[in-house]
């Protein structure tokens, strides 16, 4: 009896980390696809590329997902199953069908909430306490095929996207690891979702991350944290040159109201936001890292408007 057979579609960590499952599990897989690295982005996570090859995989990296001669290459491999881990883009439906058994995804939620793109950062953006990671069949639709399994992990309060992205990805691991017996012998579970408003959201850009410092400063701290390094960062204009404020922690200082500005006290820079005071930790500027600690000299004599 042959092995279950997949072609992957991965990126990412979780693509390595799933890609592995697969292997240890037992399952064959004759084709992974995988993106290729684009030089000006800042590559921070390991490459699907290189743990292919060193498995001896076939691997690929076409320009578009759902050209014609593509679906050709995942069609001669005569797939049980297809599987995508963070691949960058969607798949369409001739593709899926190509998997006589069905085809899955990781997605980095804990669907139905937060479909589409950057879950992990719109999760942290908007203050959630816990995500996780979702295992489910692909359809059409993104994100809205029957779910197989998921697992939450916790979001501490000054948890950035790197460090909450480890966590899914070991949630999308585990979750594979332990369905991925039930997948082979077809007794895995399926748990139709319910599509409503406002479960998607969209692609995140640079500029999303300036800073309305009328906002509170529990609502800027969780900003800062969704698009920390090595994400573009949250940035504003002081000081006559663009600032990128790197690491926060909300503090609880009493009685500092007025505009929103940057000051010190004791050594340490502060921002006073629409509601609030945050601690800044960590800040940059064009040429590199900010020293703090000469920041605060300069502060402490006089206080930087903030807009």
């Not at 992957?8 to 499952?21: E, I, M, Q, W």
């Not at 000054?158 to 997948?183: H, N, W």
């Not at 573009?232 to 990128?244: I, N, Q, S």
Request: a neutral charge; glycine letters at 8%.
């Amino acid at each position: 009896m042959r092995a279950p057979r997949a072609v992957v579609f991965a990126y990412h960590d979780v693509g390595v980390r799933c890609l592995k499952t697969l292997l240890s599990g037992g399952v064959e897989v004759p084709l992974v696809v995988t993106v290729a690295d684009d030089p000006n982005e800042n590559r921070w996570f390991a490459s699907v590329a290189d743990t292919a090859r060193d498995y001896g995989l076939p691997v690929i990296t076409p320009e578009e997902a759902n050209t014609p001669r593509l679906l050709g290459q995942v069609a001669d491999c005569a797939p049980d199953f297809l599987f995508s881990f963070y691949y960058r883009s969607m798949l369409g439906e001739p593709l899926l069908e190509c998997a006589r058994r069905g085809a899955l995804n990781i997605h980095g939620s804990l669907l139905p909430n937060y479909r589409g793109r950057a879950p992990v950062n719109w999760a942290i953006l908007n203050g959630e306490r816990e995500t996780g990671a979702t295992l489910h069949y692909m359809v059409a639709r993104a994100d809205a095929g029957d779910i197989v399994d998921q697992l939450a992990v916790p979001i501490l309060a000054d948890d950035d996207a790197r460090e909450v992205y480890a966590k899914v990805t070991a949630a999308a691991e585990i979750i594979l690891a332990r369905s991925l017996a039930a997948l082979l012998t077809g007794t895995a579970p399926r748990l139709a979702q319910r599509i409503e408003p406002g479960q998607y959201f969209g692609r995140r850009r640079p500029e999303d991350g300036r800073i309305d410092w009328r906002w509170p400063a529990t609502r800027i701290h969780n900003l800062v944290r969704a698009v920390a390094p090595p994400f573009p960062g949250a940035f504003t204009e002081a000081t006559g040159r663009r600032l990128w404020i790197h690491r926060t922690r909300v503090d609880a200082m009493r009685g500092v109201q007025g505009l929103p500005r940057l000051f010190a006290e004791q050594g340490v820079c502060y921002a006073v936001c629409g509601e609030g005071v945050l601690r800044i930790l960590a800040m940059a500027d064009e040429n590199g890292s900010v020293n703090l600690t000469r920041a605060a000299r300069e502060w402490q004599s006089q206080s930087i408007p903030l807009v």
